[in-house]
């Protein structure tokens, strides 16, 4: 089982970036997708996720309505538009596949197994 993030780079704040997470080695119809980040010397923080069997998303309330995540079962991928991007959105930014996504509460971390490497993502001017 592999998680292979992508996309991330340096962009001015007000940019966009595109990530994106393969899967291989399972099917991923059947999981979950999430995002995370980790700042230096801060928590890691839920970002987004969604649901295998009905789409259901979730977005953290300092991403809510400026990222995007989507998912293409067909491409074993799962991705993370990201837009009006914030100094404060610097961060690693790692996927994982669990088990839900709820879209009130996001994922249960603990039910999430498989981790990508994490791609680094920095805002600045």
């Known amino acids: 089982v592999q998680l292979q993030a992508s996309g991330g780079g340096l962009v001015q704040p007000g940019g966009s970036l595109r990530l994106s997470c393969a899967v291989s080695g399972f099917s991923l119809a059947y999981y979950a997708i999430g995002w995370f980040r980790q700042a230096p010397g801060k928590e890691r923080e839920v970002v987004s996720c969604i649901n295998s069997s009905d789409g259901v998303t979730y977005y953290g309330d300092s991403v809510k309505g400026r990222f995007t995540i989507s998912r293409d079962d067909a491409k074993s991928a799962g991705y993370l538009q990201m837009n009006s991007l914030k100094p404060e959105d610097t961060a690693v930014y790692y996927c994982?596949?669990?088990?839900?996504?709820?879209?009130?509460?996001?994922?249960?971390?603990?039910?999430?197994?498989?981790w990508g490497q994490g791609t680094q993502v920095t805002v600045s001017s």
């Open positions: 994982a596949t669990g088990y839900t996504c709820d879209s009130d509460y996001g994922p249960d971390v603990n039910e999430y197994d498989y």
